[in-house]
C-alpha cells in the first residue's frame, strides 16, 4: 500500500484515481490497521460483503481493473503488484505493469496496453451457474458468521469452496475466520504446495513495453 | 453494513432464545439486505420459502400484480399453468413462493435448514449484463470513517480499481 502511494502521488494530477478495496468480511477491524500504516491519499473502500469479487468474478487479491474516463473496462481482471515482495508467488516483475499503467495514463486509447472490445469479450466470459451459487453460498455463510453462527457458516463456506475451486478470495477468507486446519483440514500453506509449481496467479497477457511513456 | 450484520444478528439470537416457546424467524437476503419475516411459515411438507405478499414486497421489492411479478421496470409473468405453484390463497392470506419464483428466473439460492435463513443472488442476467456494454459493474461501498463512495462517481477520470485484503 506505501507503494501504491508512491505510484499514485506520482500520476494523480493527471486525471487518474486509484480505487482500492478490501475484501475482508472483518471489516474495518480486520482493514485499518494497513490502511492506517499507509495513510494513502487515494479512496481506499471496506468490502465486508466481498461485492466486487462477486461483481468483477475476481479470484484473488491483488486484482486490478483498468476504467477509462467513460466508466469502460479497458483491461479486466489481472493481479496487480506495486513491488516484488510477493514474486515467488507471482513469477512476474512489477516494474513493467507500473509502466504500463502510466503509458495508459499518459496515451489513453491509444495506449497499446488497453484492449480492443474484441480482446475484451474474449477476456470476459460470462459466469457458470456454479460460480452464481458459489456467491450466494459464500453470502449466506458470512451472513451467519456475523450473527453469531460461526460454525453453521463452515459447511456453507465449504459448499463455496467446491462449487469455485479457483477462488483464492473464498478459501483464504473462510480459513481466517476460524481454525483451518480444524474445521477446513487444510491450510494456506498446504494449498499453495499442492500447486506442484503451477502459477498462484494467472500469468498476465501483456504485450511487452515497446518504448518508455513520455 | 457492518451495523445492519450486528442488529440483525441480536435479533436473531433474540428469536433463538424463544424458540421453545415460538419457530426461529425466518431471514431472507435478498440483493444483500437482510430481512427477517414477523410471520410463521404456513404449515406445509415443502422446503420453499413462502411468504406473504407484504413480506415479499419488504424482502425483495417485488410486488405481485395482474401482469407478473414486478419491480419498478422488471416484470415476471408467471406461467399460467402453474399459477398455483406460486400463489395459495390460506384463509385471509395470499402466500407467495420465492423459492419458485427463484427457480423460474434462474436465480441461485442457499439455504441453512436449521437457522431458516436463505440467500438469493442475482439472476444471471443480472450479473452478466455488463458483459453487453462493457461498463464496469458500479458499488456503493464505506471508507473507514463510514462515508459512501460509488464508483461511478469518478466518471471522466481513469480508475485503477485494485482490490486487496487483510488475510
Known amino acids: 500500500m ?10 494523480k494530477d493527471k486525471n487518474f484515481e486509484i480505487v482500492s478495496v478490501a ?7 480486520d482493514a485499518s490497521p494497513w490502511i492506517e500504516k499507509a495513510n494513502p491519499e487515494y479512496t481506499v473502500l471496506i468490502d465486508e460483503q466481498h461485492l466486487v469479487t ?36 507471482t513469477h512476474m516483475d512489477s516494474g513493467p505493469y507500473l509502466d504500463a499503467i502510466r503509458d495508459w495514463v499518459a496515451k489513453g486509447e491509444s495506449s497499446s496496453f488497453t484492449l480492443s472490445e474484441e480482446e475484451l469479450r474474449k477476456r470476459l466470459t460470462p459466469v457458470s451457474p456454479d460460480r452464481l451459487m458459489a456467491d450466494v453460498e459464500f453470502s449466506l455463510a458470512e451472513y451467519l458468521y456475523h450473527a453469531g453462527h460461526g460454525p453453521e457458516a463452515i459447511p456453507h463456506f465449504k459448499e463455496a469452496q467446491r462449487l469455485a475451486p479457483d477462488n483464492w478470495n473464498y478459501k483464504r477468507q473462510a480459513w481466517l475466520l476460524s481454525d483451518a486446519d480444524r474445521d477446513y483440514g ?23 513495453p515497446s518504448n518508455k511513456p513520455n | 453494513m457492518r451495523n445492519l450484520f ?40 415443502s422446503k420453499d420459502l413462502w411468504v406473504t405478499l407484504a413480506e415479499l414486497t419488504r424482502a425483495t421489492g417485488f410486488v405481485v400484480k395482474p401482469q407478473g411479478v414486478c419491480r419498478n421496470e422488471l416484470c415476471f409473468p408467471l406461467p399460467k399453468q402453474r399459477k398455483a405453484d406460486f400463489l395459495e390463497q ?32 442475482p439472476r444471471p442476467e443480472a450479473q452478466n449484463g455488463y458483459l453487453a456494454t462493457l461498463e464496469a459493474p ?10 459512501l ?18 488475510w
Open chain 2, 6 to 45: 450486528q442488529l440483525v444478528g441480536l435479533i436473531f439470537l433474540g428469536s433463538m432464545a424463544n424458540e421453545a416457546t415460538s419457530q426461529v424467524r425466518r431471514v431472507v437476503i435478498y440483493d444483500d439486505a437482510v430481512t427477517e419475516l414477523r410471520t410463521p411459515p404456513p404449515s406445509t411438507q
Open chain 1, 2 to 11: 506505501p507503494g501504491w502511494q508512491t505510484f499514485y502521488h506520482e500520476l
Open chain 1, 23 to 29: 475484501q475482508d468480511t472483518g471489516g474495518v477491524k
Open chain 2, 90 to 121: 390460506r384463509g385471509k392470506v395470499t402466500w407467495f413462493n420465492l423459492s419458485e419464483f427463484a427457480r423460474l428466473v434462474k436465480q441461485p439460492v442457499a439455504h441453512e435448514e436449521k437457522l431458516a435463513a436463505w440467500c438469493f443472488g
Open chain 2, 138 to 147: 458500479n458499488f456503493t461501498l464505506p471508507d473507514r470513517s463510514g462515508k
Open chain 1, 186 to 208: 487444510t491450510n494456506f500453506t498446504k494449498e499453495v504446495q499442492k500447486l506442484n509449481g503451477k502459477p498462484y496467479y494467472p500469468p498476465r497477457q501483456m504485450p511487452e
Open chain 1, 54 to 89: 462477486k461483481l468483477y468474478s475476481m479470484v484473488n487479491v491483488p486484482t486490478a481493473v483498468w476504467i477509462n474516463e467513460q466508466g469502460k473496462i479497458v483491461r479486466p481482471n489481472e493481479v496487480a503488484f506495486v513491488d516484488d515482495q510477493f514474486k515467488s508467488y
Open chain 2, 149 to 166: 463512495h460509488s464508483l461511478s462517481s469518478f466518471r471522466g477520470k481513469k480508475v485503477l480499481l485494485i482490490t486487496w485484503a487483510s
